[in-house]
């Protein structure tokens, strides 16, 4: 059981480029989330889908999307790049969204943005 | 705004006992996470607690305080492994986690 895969490992990537972060999951998790997790900051969430079909945004949105076609994938589009977007991206996943869900995470994408 | 507050770092001796503390001010409760990051690795859960009061597990426990939004995370007879990061997050009115910025812990010999 591989839990939750991310790809790639890690990228350096030219400001203005489009970029897409894979996730995958293989626990049939309702529950998807896109979080940043940047030096002296708590994790940020970008993006969270409830469900297959639905997308919300979180609390750092701007600049990413998403889109959630199957329960297993979830990926993450940066359209432009830009160096602010330089992070490390963790996706995670959770039975149902509920209360008293626990979150899964993937090992996680090192973007930078030159 | 919310809000959660941890120590950014702590050290203790192997074989200690360390407690981690975590305040809140969030929009709505729904419960409290503990996560241990290492080094370049994913969080992993540890423990969640919606009610007052001590949960234990193992080595590792967590306490929670509602009405003074507050929590911590003990650990005891510290291994050189414990090494990491702890991670404090709340689950809000909207059913999102709000996280703390995450408190190094250096275990020394």
């Known amino acids: 059981i591989a839990g939750i895969t991310q790809a790639p490992t890690s990228q350096i990537l030219a400001a203005g480029r489009r970029m897409t972060l894979r996730c995958t999951q293989d626990m049939r998790h309702n529950a998807m989330y896109w979080y940043r997790q940047d030096l002296g900051l708590g994790l940020r969430l970008i993006h969270y889908?409830?469900?297959?079909?639905?997308?919300g945004k979180g609390e750092v949105p701007d600049g990413y999307s998403v889109s959630r076609a199957n329960t297993d994938d979830f990926p993450l589009t940066l359209a432009s790049a830009v160096p602010s977007q330089t992070s490390v991206y963790f996706c995670?996943?959770?039975?149902?969204?509920?209360?008293?869900?626990?979150?899964?995470f993937g090992p996680g994408t090192r973007l930078t943005v030159l | 705004g919310q809000n959660i507050d941890q120590p950014t770092e702590m050290t203790a001796t192997e074989g200690a006992i360390v407690q981690i503390n975590c305040t809140y001010q969030t929009s709505g409760f729904n419960g409290l996470f503990w996560y241990q990051q290492h080094a370049g690795e994913a969080p992993t859960f540890l423990s969640y607690n919606v009610l007052d009061g001590l949960e234990e597990k193992g080595r590792f426990s967590s306490f929670l305080s509602r009405s003074k939004g507050y929590s911590y995370l003990l650990l005891k007879e510290l291994q050189m492994k414990d090494s990491a990061s702890y991670l404090c997050?709340?689950?809000?009115?909207?059913?999102?986690?709000?996280w703390g910025a995450g408190t190094k812990l250096i275990i020394k010999p």
């Open positions: 997050a709340v689950r809000d009115s909207n059913y999102q986690l709000i």
């Open positions: 995670a996943s959770s039975p149902s969204g509920g209360a008293t869900d626990t979150q899964y």
């Open positions: 889908s409830n469900t297959a079909g639905t997308t």
